[in-house]
């Protein structure tokens, strides 16, 4: 859909992104940093509090899951 190709905000709050993003999959889905939390059932922050780093993450659909929740999609 043209909001799925010309993203104007974060698809997990909706508000527009301004400044650091974190983007994803072959769309280059951004979120907020704040935002970016595995889609599946444990919803952990993908982004280190202590030093803002990535965590490790497997895109599913433009979505990031932590690699416990990644498994069951296989």
Do not use: W
């Not at 983007?23 to 907020?32: C, D, L, N």
């Not at 599946?40 to 690699?67: A, K, W």
């Amino acid at each position: 859909s043209f909001n799925r190709i010309y993203q104007t905000g974060c698809p997990v709050c909706h508000l527009p992104i301004e400044g650091p993003r974190i983007r994803i999959g072959k769309a280059m889905v951004s979120y907020h940093p704040g935002c970016f939390k595995c889609a599946g059932p444990c919803g952990e922050p993908l982004v280190s509090p202590q030093n803002g780093s990535i965590r490790d993450f497997l895109d599913f659909e433009g979505r990031p899951y932590c690699p416990a929740d990644f498994e069951p999609l296989k």
